[in-house]
């Protein structure tokens, strides 16, 4: 427990970590936020604030590293080459992680829950809606959810597309959205606070999101705190302590 794992990452010559914390329970794969470690997780308290559903077995968290700098966060890069690189991690994710989840479970999982905070929410819609299969329900604290707003240039193509929720999800007709709708299930957390507006446009974005998903009819909840509610660790620390005991 709390022993880090490292996974190779397909296509690169690198590896990105895997924490467990917890013995039994619902499994929670946790995105950290833009280009953090698993260890942030556990540094920024918010193991501490769910640890007795920890200790009661209701719950496993497995911590995964991001691949920010090389994919999203290099903002040298034209919008479509970071999106590709995205699908480099959403591999890594599949390929990887989710068999290391089933080994370490001792066999699969079909219910697993993806958490994350600022970009690390955008990674946990993301992956929801991309694999509802396995992780049905997403829990995202102030994220933002369209790729082509973050600092981007240069020409849009499929790469981006396929990565970016707000067009996808809005884009979605027969049998696929049947099935989103069958399976996923997000919960969309923000405040009104300092910096949900600027410079992460979090606030305006997560409404957006919330919208789109409410018109195609695919399941979401939709959770707005106050002036006070910070894009910040002791904000995110009290919304997941609320919210997360129900799901588990």
């Known amino acids: 427990m709390g022993e880090r794992v490292e996974l190779a990452v397909p296509g690169l010559d690198a590896t990105l ?24 997780f556990e540094n920024n308290g918010m193991l501490e604030v769910v640890g007795d559903l920890v200790d009661a077995g209701r719950v496993t ?3 995964v590293d991001s691949l920010d700098r090389y994919t999203w966060s290099a903002y040298d890069q034209p919008t479509e080459e970071r999106a590709r690189r995205h699908r480099i991690y959403q591999a890594w994710l599949e390929q990887a992680v989710l068999p290391h989840l089933a080994y370490t479970l001792g066999g699969w999982r079909n219910d697993i829950i993806t958490f994350g905070v600022s970009l690390g929410a ?22 933002s959810y369209d790729p082509t707003a973050w600092r981007g ?8 597309y396929f990565v970016n929720p707000m067009a996808y999800v809005a884009n979605a007709e027969g049998d696929h959205l049947a099935w989103l709708r069958s399976r996923a ?4 957390v923000v405040g009104e606070g300092p910096f949900e507006w ?7 974005s997560t409404l957006a ?6 018109r195609k ?12 509610s910070a894009h910040d660790w002791p904000w995110w620390r009290k919304q997941f302590a609320h919210h997360l005991p129900r799901f588990v």
């Open 17 to 40: 970590g895997v924490i467990r914390h917890g013995h039994f329970g619902r499994p929670v794969l946790v995105f950290p936020s833009e280009a953090g470690r698993a260890e942030d």
């Open 61 to 63: 968290f497995f911590c």
């Open 122 to 143: 955008y990674h946990a819609a993301h992956f929801t809606l991309q694999r509802a299969d396995v992780a049905p329900l997403s829990i995202s604290l102030s994220g």
């Open 153 to 160: 240039f240069g020409e849009i193509g499929d790469n981006t």
């Open 185 to 188: 299930n997000l919960l969309l």
């Open 198 to 204: 600027e410079p992460t446009k979090s606030y305006p």
């Open 209 to 214: 999101f919330a919208d789109v998903l409410r």
């Open 217 to 228: 009819g695919i399941p979401h909840q939709l959770d707005v705190w106050g002036h006070d």
